[in-house]
Structure formats: C-alpha cells, structure tokens
C-alpha cells in the first residue's frame, strides 16, 4: 500500500535512501520535543534502560552468541572478536555506564553567561541542545548505549550506525534504550538504530540527511575516521590519529620524567592518548636518555631512534621520516634528541596531530611557553598523556576526542553536545 | 622562473585555482604566527591602519570614484551605488571602527573554565584563535575594514574575497590594513585580500583551499549566502534570512506592545532582525489588532492579513502561505491572528528561520515558556527584534549573525571567532 503510494506520487525513497531519509526526518520531528524534555523524563529513560538490560541479559548474550559465530569463519582477529564480545560483567558495564550518565547534571539549560546592557536589557546565554547528532562506530556494541544516552542527556536526538557485524548485539541493547524511552513517555525516534548494515546507510549520513542531521561522530579506527571526515557534508566531531609527544627539557626532575614517559607509552598502547615519540633536549640527552632508552626496552617497548638515540643502546633501530607521522598503537616509540624548546615545538607541529603534548620540566617559563605554543587540543606540563579521556577530565563520560577547532575540541562530553541561544529579557526597550 | 618551475616539476598550481591556494597556504603558515601574536602588536597594527586610511583617504575616494563610475553603467541600482559609495564621513567612520576594534578586550587566552581534579590535576580550558577565517561579501568596502580587524583581533588569519564591483576601493582600504599589520611588525599575509575578481576564486574558497581554510562567513544577500551554505565544504557562520516574529500576546500591555512593534518592523526594514510577522493571541485581538494595523498601515507600511486581520482595515491585503515565510525587508508585514502562545509556538517552528523572535506580554509564565520553547538564537521578551546585532549585545562589533546551532549562534563577535584548547597542570600524576 506505502510502495503503492509512492509509485503513484513518483516518490523515490525507496530502498536505504528512502529509509534513512525517514529516519532523519523522524529524528528531526522529535529533537523539538526532546530539547524540551524535563531531567527528569531523560534520566527515567536512561534509568529504565539499564534496568532492561539487566533483565534482558540473556537476549543480549543469545544476539552477541550469533555475531561471534557469524565473525569467525570470516577470520577476525583476536583484538576484534574481544571489542565485539560481551558477557555478563560487560553488559553489567553497559548498565551501570547508563546509569552514570542519568547522574551527571544535566548541560541543557545551563547559564552560560549573563549581562545587563546600560538601556536595563538583560541578556542570558543558555546552553540548547545542538539537534541531530549521528554516531557512526565499528563493532563495539557498548557504544551503542554509551553514544545513545550521552546525545540523549543532551537533548539531542540520535541516529546511531553500528558496524555489521555487532547487528545483532547493538539491536539488543537498542531494544532496551527504546524500552526506556518508551517508559519515560519520550519519543521512541529520539535513539534511532539504523536497521540495515547496507554500506549504503552511512553514505546517506555522510550527506547529511537532506538537512536531518546536524553534527557525526564517528567511532573507529583511522580508516573510518577519515573517510568520515573526507566525505561528510556535515560537521565533525573526531580525531583522526594521536601522534602524541612527550618532551623532556633539559630542567626536567629524571625519575618523574621516567615515570611519566613510563605512563604515557606503556600504560595502554593502543589509546589514543598513548605517547608515540619521545623528544629529549640535546642538553640534557647525556645523562637522561640512556635511561629513558633502557627503561623502555627492558620493558618489552621497541625504541625506533635518530642518530644519537641509536648510539645509546645498539637495540634501538633507525626511524625513518615516516615513524615522526606514525601513530603506532603498540609497544613502539620514536625517539628524537631536538636542540630546545623551539626545535620540539617545531617537531610537534610539523609531525603532530593537534590531539595531545607534553612537557616534562621543572622551569616554569618554559613550561608556559610549550602550554601557550603548542597547537593542540589538549597541551601537559608534568603529567602523563594518557589523562586524555573525558572521564579523567571530569566529564563524566565523553563521546570522543575532537581535534577540529570548530564547536568541540578535545574530550567531547555532554557540555560539547550542546549549542546555545541568546534569551533577551526587556521591560519595552526599543532601539534609538 | 617560478612559471619553469611549475612546469617542470609539473605542478598544476597556474591560474585562480593555483593562485588560490597559494594565499590559503600563506594564511595558513601566518596563522600559527598570528595565534601568539601580542594584543599589543594586533591593537599597534590596527591603530596604524587606521592612520593609514585617514591619511590616504584622498587615495581611497579616487579608487571608489573608480569602482562608482564602472557600476553605473551597468545599470546598478541606487541602493546597490549607496552601498558602494564612500565618503569623507564614511572613510572617517571606517578608520574610527578599527580604532573601535583595536579598544576590546583581547578574547584570545580568555580563560573560560578551570577545573581541580582529585588526583591534583589542574585542567584550565582557554581562548585559541580559529585559524584561517574565509569572509566573502558583496560590494561593501568598508567590510573589508570591519572583517579585516576582528579577525585579525581574534588571532586568525583571514582571507577577503570582496564583491567585484567594489574592486579598487577594497584594495586601497586592504592597503592600509596591510601598512598597519608591517608597521607592527606582523605578517603581511595575515588578511589577505582575493586580488582578482574572477568568480572561480569564491569556489576555491567554497573548497576549503586544502584545508587551510577554517570557517567561512558569507556577508551579503540571500543569494549569496545560499550558495556558500549548499557548497561550502568548511563550516559557515551565517544566517539565510531573518523571518522576524513578535508575538503579541493575550496579556500585553497595549502601549508597551504598538511601541515595540513599531520599532521592531519600522525602525529600520532592511536588516536581519526586523519584524517580518505579527501574531497577535486571538483572545485580545478583537481589542488589540485594529490598533495594530491602524498604526502600520498609517505609517506606510503594507499589510497583508489573514481573514481576521483583513476585517479590521479594507486596506489590509490578503496574505498567502508565502508571505509567512517570506523576509520582505521591506515596509511589509503579514499579520494573523493564532490560538494563544501554543498555536504562535507551532507557527514559528513552521515558517519561521531560527533567528530572532519575541513575545510581547505582562505574563511570566507565558513568556518563560516563549523563550523556552522557541528555537531561534535570539528569543526575546519586551523589547523591539531590532536589538538582535552584536553592537546592541556589548560585543562591540559582530562579523555577521548565525543561525546554525554550531560553534556560533547569535551575533558573531571576537569571542566566537575563537576555539579553545585545554591545559593540564601536573606535579608527575599518571593515570593509575
């Protein structure tokens, strides 16, 4: 009858196109009512969300059980059947992350900023959602719930895109959320899941949905980053890669240098906050970077070294030019000796990604001098870089890491899924 | 010699294209440069042009008797030639603007947030330039003063692409402004002025010039802002049109309403936040709409009504669904009678674009929720729609209004021209 209808009316939104253009359109028909929810309806929704995935664990699981099947004939790797995976404490994770976020305050309706203008009119900045926000992710089926009630406690409605082969678990856990909306009485549009794995799909998203969609996000490796970041006619909220330095000035304190440098690689290796090449001033290199050099090797982490790293210890191999660009996500590190301050700024932003740097020294001024020169989202003195992350930084939970300088920059938590508007409170001014 | 070159290595970069993205890459590389520049050093550069074009204002008076005598001809019209003309007191006023600029505060380094963590960290969130802005506009010179300057204040880069028929006069006032900039020792490159008049440089621009450039604000008519928000493929600050709405509500106070109304449509008709509808609550209109339409259409402005509001006066006309959403820019106003503060609500959403709206009552109830519920940048309550312009809202200059929901929203002034980025503060801290 609907097929019917649009043969007759020469509507052509059929097949993934006509679909997504629906979903857009329908996320944009509830964002109004959404930006005006209470705190109370959206934390009630994530609320009865997380209690659905409790009871309907099973089902979670039986719809995990059949991705897994379906992924390993396919010859996955170790690392993407794990991020695919769940169990029981992972879902008791994926509970609880939602019930974290109902109990972060909630950004909508914030006063930003307040001022009275001498003709008695007052003027109030208030945060406002930002409108449609789509998520587009590999196979990690938490995010779903993550991304979803992150835009939700914004006020924002969602669309999310979860990689194929999580179908069937991210439509589990999406059965829940909307249970939870539904419970709340809010829209069931409001955390829309794209029903189709047609690649199709997130082209549609990428050309934003005839005007539906107003911001992405992507979650993923490089390749889906930056075909994201290419092709959207929308924007972006995203880093491509963290080719995060470490640098170690000359009045650096030693063991707080090893220590942090420690960190900063090895605490994890595969984040994107985990230091990728070491900077060690000339001045101080005779008697620092021999043990920076040792400590990492002796802990399993390959150092790849310019001339005068390569002479401290014969296991260090050459970097090339191409390992000061290369955001390993692994045991490895490059290692340069640069003459100064300046010369490791330079590195950085000739090499860098705009995403995290560090330096580690006890001289205030240059300490201030890398904070104010360095072009990055997120710029440290004396600690490790693996501090950046939206919960570290006391967001709660973020989204992503940003490293655009347009709207969100750095972690995207709940205040960057905002926009704002300007109220205007008058007693009959007009204008002279 | 650089043409050989080109061609032996084969490098395509000839004509506007080329020729484009050499000034993107310049922009770029003076961006860095100009995001640490002094405030004093951008106050010295802005003062400077501005004696710069007070001195050679006999220079930039013969330029624009250039560009005048080349449009006549051609048939412009005499709101277009106002526009383009110069004079003593408009060179004046030009010269008085930078000085204007030169006197705020300085947004880059504000500090906007400043967090202690648990573990110690101190986490700052502080002011950043944006980096290279792109600003195309129609035959206005003294935009490119106005431009120039606040980008330029704001720490970015910025490059002009003014309408052709203002050619010469754009150029003796870019003159100055680069005097301005060598005189404090500053990059020439910093505001960079489109030097050819050829179309395909606006769609360079549109390109994003290989990613130097950041944000484009289109200044202009519907036309051109269209274009820019269809192809641009870097973010856009900037409002289509301005559907202006006052909403005159059951409980407003007669007097207090016609002042406001008055001055809202009347004072000035051409600018964004003139008043383009009126809708008055249907339970006072059969006191409140005849004195309405009275005084408008005695002031000589044409109304166009609804059937209630064409009963009040035979000189009202009828309006069409068109004229709801129609920005007349003009002394012409629609008018229709709605069910109350809901129905005035539903009306906006539908018709109207998201950039001022008002609501005239004594009732705090009703105008909390007006402000509330309607999503434009700009609600405001009691005061006339005119005041929605960066100058009237203490920024001291604005570059344009948005009504896009991202970065900026509002009139866009220095602080919006900004980013930010965070610094962390340690004593040693690792993530545990």
């Given at each position: 009858?609907?097929?019917?209808?649009?043969?007759?009316?020469?509507?052509?939104?059929?097949?993934?196109?006509?679909?997504?253009?629906?979903?857009?359109?329908?996320?944009?028909?509830?964002?109004?009512?959404?930006?005006?929810?209470?705190?109370?309806?959206?934390?009630?929704?994530?609320?009865?969300?997380?209690?659905?995935?409790?009871?309907?664990?099973?089902?979670?699981?039986?719809?995990?059980?059949?991705?897994?099947?379906?992924?390993?004939?396919?010859?996955?790797?170790?690392?993407?059947?794990?991020?695919?995976?769940?169990?029981?404490?992972?879902i008791e994770a994926v509970a609880s992350g939602l019930e974290?976020?109902?109990?972060?305050?909630?950004?909508?309706?914030?006063?930003?900023?307040?001022?009275?203008?001498?003709?008695?009119?007052?003027?109030?900045?208030?945060?406002?959602?930002?409108?449609?926000?789509?998520?587009?992710?590999?196979?990690?089926?938490?995010?779903?719930?993550?991304?979803?009630?992150?835009?939700?406690?914004?006020?924002?409605?969602?669309?999310?895109?979860?990689?194929?082969?999580?179908?069937?678990?991210?439509?589990?856990?999406?059965?829940?959320?909307?249970?939870?909306?539904?419970?709340?009485?809010?829209?069931?549009?409001?955390?829309?899941?794209?029903?189709?794995?047609?690649?199709?799909?997130?082209?549609?998203?990428?050309?934003?949905?005839?005007?539906?969609?107003?911001?992405?996000?992507?979650?993923?490796?490089?390749?889906?980053?930056?075909?994201?970041?290419?092709?959207?006619?929308?924007?972006?909220?995203?880093?491509?890669?963290?080719?995060?330095?470490?640098?170690?000035?000359?009045?650096?304190?030693?063991?707080?240098?090893?220590?942090?440098l420690f960190n900063a690689k090895l605490r994890r290796t595969?984040?994107?906050?985990?230091?990728?090449?070491?900077?060690?001033?000339?001045?101080?290199?005779?008697?620092?970077?021999?043990?920076?050099?040792?400590?990492?090797?002796?802990?399993?982490?390959?150092?790849?070294?310019?001339?005068?790293?390569?002479?401290?210890?014969?296991?260090?191999?050459?970097?090339?030019?191409?390992?000061?660009?290369?955001?390993?996500?692994?045991?490895?590190?490059?290692?340069?000796?640069?003459?100064?301050?300046?010369?490791?700024?330079?590195?950085?932003?000739?090499?860098?990604?705009?995403?995290?740097?560090?330096?580690?020294?006890?001289?205030?001024?240059?300490?201030?001098?890398?904070?104010?020169?360095?072009?990055?989202?997120?710029?440290?003195?004396?600690?490790?870089?693996?501090?950046?992350?939206?919960?570290?930084?006391?967001?709660?939970?973020?989204?992503?890491?940003?490293?655009?300088?347009?709207?969100?920059?750095?972690?995207?938590?709940?205040?960057?899924?905002?926009?704002?508007?300007?109220?205007?409170?008058?007693?009959?001014?007009?204008?002279?």
């Amino acid at each position: 009858m609907e097929n019917l209808k649009r043969i007759e009316t020469g509507d052509a939104e059929s097949g993934t196109a006509g679909l997504m253009r629906r979903i857009g359109r329908a996320a944009r028909k509830c964002a109004h009512e959404l930006s005006l929810a209470s705190t109370e309806a959206k934390n009630y929704a994530l609320r009865s969300a997380a209690a659905a995935i409790r009871a309907r664990s099973e089902d979670i699981l039986a719809a995990n059980a059949r991705d897994i099947a379906a992924a390993k004939p396919s010859g996955a790797t170790g690392a993407f059947l794990d991020r695919l995976a769940l169990d029981v404490s992972r879902i008791e994770a994926v509970a609880s992350g939602l019930e974290a976020i109902a109990a972060l305050p909630d950004p909508v309706g914030r006063l930003l900023a307040r001022f009275e203008r001498p003709n008695g009119l007052i003027i109030e900045r208030v945060a406002t959602p930002l409108g449609v926000v789509g998520v587009i992710y590999e196979s990690r089926p938490a995010v779903t719930a993550d991304a979803g009630a992150l835009c939700l406690k914004a006020g924002n409605a969602v669309i999310l895109r979860g990689g194929s082969e999580s179908f069937h678990s991210s439509r589990a856990i999406h059965a829940c959320l909307v249970a939870g909306l539904i419970e709340a009485r809010l829209s069931a549009d409001a955390i829309a899941l794209v029903p189709v794995t047609d690649r199709a799909a997130v082209g549609e998203m990428l050309s934003g949905l005839a005007g539906n969609l107003d911001v992405i996000v992507p979650r993923g490796g490089k390749a889906l980053v930056a075909r994201v970041q290419a092709e959207a006619r929308v924007p972006v909220f995203a880093h491509l890669e963290g080719i995060v330095h470490v640098f170690v000035d000359r009045d650096a304190d030693l063991d707080k240098a090893k220590t942090i440098l420690f960190n900063a690689k090895l605490r994890r290796t595969g984040i994107c906050g985990a230091a990728e090449t070491l900077l060690v001033d000339r001045a101080c290199a005779p008697t620092q970077l021999a043990p920076f050099v040792k400590m990492l090797l002796d802990a399993g982490c390959a150092v790849r070294g310019d001339e005068a790293t390569r002479a401290v210890d014969p296991r260090v191999t050459p970097a090339t030019d191409e390992d000061w660009s290369t955001e390993y996500l692994d045991a490895i590190i490059s290692v340069r000796v640069v003459d100064g301050l300046v010369e490791a700024i330079r590195h950085i932003e000739t090499y860098g990604s705009h995403h995290t740097d560090c330096i580690i020294t006890e001289n205030q001024e240059r300490a201030e001098r890398f904070l104010r020169e360095v072009d990055s989202a997120i710029v440290i003195h004396n600690a490790s870089t693996q501090f950046a992350d939206g919960g570290e930084f006391g967001f709660g939970a973020e989204i992503g890491i940003a490293t655009g300088r347009m709207h969100a920059r750095g972690p995207v938590g709940l205040e960057q899924l905002t926009s704002f508007k300007y109220r205007v409170h008058g007693t009959g001014q007009i204008r002279p």
